[in-house]
């Protein structure tokens, strides 16, 4: 939208102006032509109609009228302008010319410049005077007109003036250039600006740079850079609240755990308080669980993105997670198996990272059928590493797997889960710049969960390397 437009706004402020002076510059450029044009041809018209008027003279007692060429030739031009003249006595007579040149009311001796139109609707300017003739004491006033059209006059005028309307159009458009040059230049910053905040993440509460900025803009940054200062304390409380009730919440309900384990294994021979103990066993246990996934959702989406020094053996990390689910994978008869193809390092936070593959095989264990089989590949793909946990279990279907991120969503309800597993895989890959997706499996069975992540390059091991230097 061109009124939203910061540049389109001043752009108008600076070219309004300009185009309005040009203009007027224009305007007032045909006026001066046309004053130019009109000033020359009144010169010649009055030096035709004095050359013609001296060369009246008395002959024999009466008036005799001689048209010299010289008084004709003033008016030769490309245009071939008409030329006519009249010449009468005091008595009105006819002496030379065309007699259907009109005479205004009002002569004098000194030049009368009129305009007029001829038989045939041609217009004509025109200039007329009197002369007195002297002839032994007798006097006779003789009316001398000259006359001829106008287009030499408008050509003039348009060789005159169309030089000076280019020069201003040619002035006004590198104008309009080097304004939109000259705007987009100094606008830069702004967009820099622009582009800085937008291209952060969440959790980048770093303050923005204002020395490059022009001087207007600095209250602004300010202003942005109190509310990162205010967010990034806003957050910091909030990691510190994840960090705390990790503690308190853990604890009471490790302590609870024990507490009924322990009362469990005493000897009661009251059925419905073992199958009390039993029942709040199994709650305790769920409430441990997804408490833990709670705090590790928070801790996930309050952590920074992972630096490009970090970095976490993904063949090591991938053996972890199956030596500790093997034995929930033994309890459903699945059978739980890596292929890995080369040792690989990938960016990113290692408890983070754990995290991340534990739910997703967690999440494969949960939902394949016994005597089903859960594999999890790695492989290079240029500066990428691919993981895939593969299984031959139900699936998902294609409605749900548009949903399945969703906290707090199951898929299926005959399965014991938070719904929090694949919710906190997105916000642990969003965090390391990784890409998660789910898609069926060969033929149609069970599901494949695809995880690409960057790969760490010895670029920022020798950057880690000189910062310890």
């Excluded at 007329?128 to 106008?150: I, L, N």
């Excluded at 409380?237 to 384990?261: E, G, K, N, Y």
Aim: proline share 4%; aromatic share 6%.
């Amino acid at each position: 939208m061109i009124l939203g437009s910061l540049r389109a706004r001043l752009s108008a402020w600076l070219l309004l102006p300009l185009t309005a002076f040009v203009s007027i510059s224009g305007i007032m450029s045909v006026q001066n032509a046309r004053s130019t044009a009109n000033i020359l041809q009144d010169n010649a018209l009055v030096s035709s109609m004095r050359i013609i008027g001296e060369d009246i003279d008395w002959g024999s007692g009466e008036i005799v009228v001689q048209i010299p060429p010289a008084a004709l030739e003033l008016f030769e031009s490309p245009e071939h302008d008409s030329v006519f003249y009249k010449i009468v006595d005091g008595r009105h007579r006819l002496l030379a010319g065309n007699p259907d040149l009109p005479l205004p009311d009002t002569i004098s001796s000194s030049p009368t410049f009129y305009r007029t139109v001829l038989d045939g609707g041609r217009h004509v300017r025109a200039v007329v005077y009197v002369r007195q003739m002297f002839d032994s004491g007798r006097v006779e006033d003789v009316t001398v007109a000259v006359a001829k059209t106008e287009l030499s006059r408008d050509a003039m005028a348009a060789r005159l003036w169309h030089p000076q309307l280019i020069r201003l159009i040619l002035m006004l458009l590198l104008a309009m250039l080097l304004v939109y040059f000259g705007l987009t230049f100094e606008l830069r910053p702004l967009m820099k600006l622009k582009d800085d905040v937008s291209d952060r993440a969440p959790s980048q509460l770093e303050p923005i740079r204002a020395e490059r900025l022009h001087f207007e803009l600095r209250p602004i940054v300010d202003a942005i850079n109190q509310c990162i200062s205010r967010m990034s304390q806003q957050t910091a409380t909030q990691r510190q609240f994840v960090s705390d009730a990790a503690h308190q919440l853990r604890t009471p309900l490790t302590l609870l755990d024990t507490q009924i384990q322990f009362a469990r294994q005493r000897q009661n021979q009251d059925e419905q308080l073992a199958e009390a103990l039993a029942g709040m066993h199994k709650s305790s246990r769920k409430m441990a669980v997804l408490t833990n996934k709670l705090l590790l959702l928070a801790h996930a989406e309050s952590s920074l993105p992972a630096s490009d020094e970090d970095f976490v053996d993904l063949s090591a990390a991938i053996a972890g997670v199956l030596e500790e689910l093997i034995g929930f994978a033994q309890q459903r008869d699945i059978d739980l198996g890596a292929e890995i193809n080369e040792e690989m390092r990938v960016v990113g936070d290692e408890t983070l990272m754990t995290a991340l593959l534990t739910n997703l095989v967690d999440n494969a264990l949960r939902y394949t059928q016994r005597g089903g089989r859960v594999t999890v590949t790695a492989r290079r793909s240029d500066a990428t590493a691919v993981v895939q946990v593969v299984d031959n279990g139900p699936g998902i279907s294609a409605e749900a797997r548009s949903r399945v991120f969703e906290r707090f969503y199951r898929a299926s309800a005959d399965t014991e889960g938070s719904g929090l597993g694949l919710s906190i895989v997105r916000e642990i890959a969003h965090r390391h710049g990784s890409t998660v997706t789910l898609a069926p499996g060969k033929r149609g069975v069970g599901l494949v969960a695809t995880v690409t992540m960057r790969l760490w390059s010895d670029q920022a091991s020798a950057l880690a390397e000189g910062k310890g230097s």
